[in-house]
Structures are given as structure tokens and as C-alpha cells.
């Protein structure tokens, strides 16, 4: 592969780790050193480890064959489709009011004395729809680099930084990870957007398609993988990279997350500027406002697009000639997806942490299906056999879907005893 081909195919990788990198980084990997400190260290690799081939096959799937993953799951058959529908909508709501909740409570601790965390939710999910009818999206698509990159410089320096200081938290204050209920239970929350919600490998599929229709430069597979994996390590590091921040700083020190959304905002933000100084103050709430921002925006314009081809699939009426463009299809799911995500912000407002960790794992739950799904498509009769996964995917593969699937069991059948 030559380097100026590596280097145009980077794109649809970069677009998913900047979806990726948002609450299950900020808020969940930070919360799990804060309150385990560096015990869930192997877990959290593990489970990038687990999903990596769930997520891999989107882009895989795309350039191998020219199509989305959801033409894959309509060659499985209709069920497939559906099922993916109904997963999807089940747990859309919930992952986007996270997603604002977590937006708006940074925006709250920034500007103080402007709004309250209820207005700057929905002033930040008009502004993000207005954006989103107007197209104007590709304006932002092109700064995600310099997001991520100053995200990650900022956390990199902040962790060596704390490092410096030290590894010394007070017995008093901590506490240990055991196998009960309870902490798995708060492991299944962190692991659920980890790094991200399967979700988004269809939506990284389109990424993929849309970069071929480009024209300047059609990636092959290895390039395709090359650009997902380029993003994937990274949102793995920078995971860590949180997680020691909450390690270094909270564990052992009496102070927990408040489930203040604002409140929040302040101890994450301090989190860096206790380690780089009062004088990177700035630029992290910079980075942190446009890291969770774009994320916001990602989402609010990823689900119509997806659910409207999806449902295009189901019934082949609905489809017009136009079709890639936004059409009334287009704007009934955009709308569903606003009004739901404002009823459960209403609901669930005065606890963020209970709604991030209500959206995460209903993701967790719902993994060990569409990994399965993905699986299926990708090892199917129109993906060339030498695109298809190598065998140790394969058995990675089915690993991760024991694991998961494992794991999704115990937890439900716990909730039915709680209950």
C-alpha cells in the first residue's frame, strides 16, 4: 500500500472515532478509574479487544462490496432488517438524551449564569437541527481531525502530568472490584459504549460508501481497514488515557462524579487543569465543548439518514428516485428522534449518571445481536472469499459474541431476581 493512497483513504475511520470518542470517554472511562482505579484496565482492553471485529466488519463489508451494512442484513432477510429497526429505535432515545445531557451540562459549566442545563439541551439540539436541514454538517466534518488531535494532546500531557505526582491513593477511600452484581452490573454501564455502541458500524458502512462516491481516491479493502483501525487504536488509547486521569486524580481521594450534569462538567474539566495549569482552562473546555458537540451532531444526523434507507428496504414504495437526498422520510424520523430524546431528558435530567449508564447498557444488551448480524453479512456468498475475515477473526469473533452474550444473560436474569 502506498502512503499517499493510506493517507487520501483516511476519512469514514476518523468520522467513527469521532462519534466514538464522547460520554464512553469522558464520562464512563473517567467514572471507572474514579471508582476502581487501574483494576479495570485488562477489562476495558478486552472489551475493545471483544467488539474490534463487530465494528470492523462495517467498513469491511462496504469495500468489499460497494453497499451498506443494511443491504447485508436485507439479503439475510426481512427479519434481519426489522430486527435491526427495532433495536435501533429501542435504544436511539436514550443515547442521544445521554449524549445532550452530558453537551449541555459542559455548556452550563462554561458559560455559568447564562442558561440553565434544561435550556442549553434544547437550544443545542435546535442549533444541531438547523445544521443538519441545511447540510451545513461538512463544515465540522472537516475540523474532527483537529478535535481529536487536541483531545488527545491535551489528555496525554494531563496523564503524564498526574503521573508525576504520583500513584497514591488513601485505603480509606477506596474500594475494589469484585464479581457480585453490583459491579458488574457498573461494568456492563462502562462496557457498553465501549469504545463505542455497535450501532455505529452501519452508520461507519455509509461513511465508507460515501468516501468511494467521492471519486478522488476509492480505498480498497486494505486501506478501508487500515483508516477504521487508525481510529479505533486510537479511541482505545484515549480511553485509557481517561481512565487514568479518574485513577490518578479521584481514586482514593473521598471525591466522586457528581450525577449533576454541570456539576459534572466542572470536575471533569478540573481534572486537566489541576495537571496542565488554570492556563489550559481554555483550550480544554474548547476541546471538550466541540469533542461532545460534534458528537451530538453526529448522532442527531446519523440515525435519520440510517433509518430512512432502512426503512426504504422494508417498503419499497416509500423510495423515490432522488433518493440519497433528505426527503419527508427523512424529516418523520428526525422528528421522532428529537421528540423522544426531549421526553426522556424531561425525565431523567436531574440524573446523569443514571440515564448515561441507562442508554449504555441497553447498547450492551443489544451488541451480542447486531455483532451477530454483522457477522452473518460479512461471511456471506457476495463478499469475496479474500475479503472475507481471516480465520483468528472468525475465532475472535465468536469469542466476543460467548463473552457478550454471556454476560447479557447474568445481568438480565439478576435484574428479574432484583426485581
Not at 190 to 219: C, L, N, Q, T, Y
Not at 234 to 244: E, H, R
Request: glycine share 8%.
Amino acid at each position: 500500500m502506498k502512503i499517499k493512497n493510506l493517507l487520501n483513504s483516511l476519512g469514514p475511520g476518523l468520522l467513527w472515532a469521532g462519534a466514538a470518542i464522547g460520554v464512553s470517554h469522558l464520562v464512563q472511562s473517567t467514572r471507572a478509574g474514579a471508582i476502581f482505579g487501574f483494576q479495570l484496565v485488562g477489562i476495558i482492553l478486552l472489551i475493545n479487544l471483544f467488539k474490534y471485529p463487530f465494528f470492523e466488519f462495517g467498513p469491511r463489508y462496504a469495500s468489499s462490496t460497494g453497499e451498506s451494512l443494511l443491504h447485508g442484513y436485507k439479503r439475510l432477510g426481512k427479519g434481519a432488517l426489522i430486527l435491526y429497526l427495532i433495536l435501533t429505535i429501542a435504544t436511539m432515545f436514550t443515547l442521544q438524551a445521554a449524549i445532550t445531557v452530558v453537551t449541555a451540562g459542559l455548556f452550563s459549566y462554561v458559560f455559568p449564569n447564562s442558561f440553565n442545563i434544561n435550556i442549553w439541551a434544547i437550544l443545542i439540539l435546535g442549533i444541531a437541527t438547523i445544521i443538519v436541514a441545511f447540510g451545513k454538517y461538512s463544515v465540522l466534518d472537516k475540523i474532527i481531525k483537529f478535535i481529536i488531535v487536541l483531545l488527545a494532546l491535551s489528555t496525554i500531557i494531563a496523564v503524564v502530568s498526574a503521573f508525576t505526582k504520583g500513584f497514591n491513593p488513601n485505603p480509606e477511600y477506596t474500594r475494589s472490584f469484585n464479581w457480585g452484581f453490583g459491579d458488574i452490573a457498573l461494568l456492563i454501564a462502562f462496557a457498553g459504549w465501549m469504545p463505542s455502541a455497535i450501532d455505529i458500524s452501519v452508520w461507519h458502512s455509509f461513511w465508507s460508501i460515501a468516501k468511494r462516491k467521492e471519486g478522488k481516491h476509492i480505498p480498497t479493502v486494505k486501506e478501508s481497514l487500515f483508516d477504521f483501525n487508525v481510529g479505533y487504536i486510537g479511541t482505545a488509547v484515549l480511553s485509557l488515557g481517561f481512565l487514568s486521569l479518574g485513577a490518578l486524580v479521584m481514586y482514593g481521594s473521598g471525591e466522586t462524579f457528581s450525577s449533576n450534569g454541570t456539576t459534572f462538567a466542572g470536575q471533569l474539566i478540573s481534572l486537566f487543569t489541576s495537571n496542565l495549569g488554570t492556563w489550559a482552562y481554555i483550550l480544554i473546555a474548547i476541546a471538550a465543548l466541540t469533542t461532545m458537540s460534534s458528537t451530538t451532531l453526529t448522532c442527531l444526523d446519523a440515525y435519520p439518514r440510517v433509518l430512512k434507507p432502512a426503512t426504504e428496504l422494508l417498503f419499497p414504495k416509500l423510495k423515490k428516485n432522488d433518493d440519497d437526498n433528505w426527503n419527508w422520510l427523512s424529516w418523520f424520523w428526525l422528528g421522532t428522534l428529537l421528540l423522544g430524546t426531549l421526553l426522556i431528558i424531561a425525565f431523567f435530567l436531574k440524573g446523569m449518571s443514571l440515564l448515561v449508564d441507562l442508554a449504555t447498557t441497553l447498547s450492551f444488551l443489544t451488541a451480542p445481536i447486531l455483532g451477530y448480524l454483522n457477522f452473518k453479512v460479512v461471511t456471506g456468498k457476495n463478499v469475496p472469499l479474500e475479503h472475507q475475515p481471516k480465520t483468528w477473526l472468525k475465532i475472535l469473533s465468536w469469542i466476543g459474541l460467548i463473552v457478550l452474550t454471556g454476560f447479557s444473560i447474568y445481568y438480565i436474569i439478576w435484574r428479574i431476581f432484583l426485581i
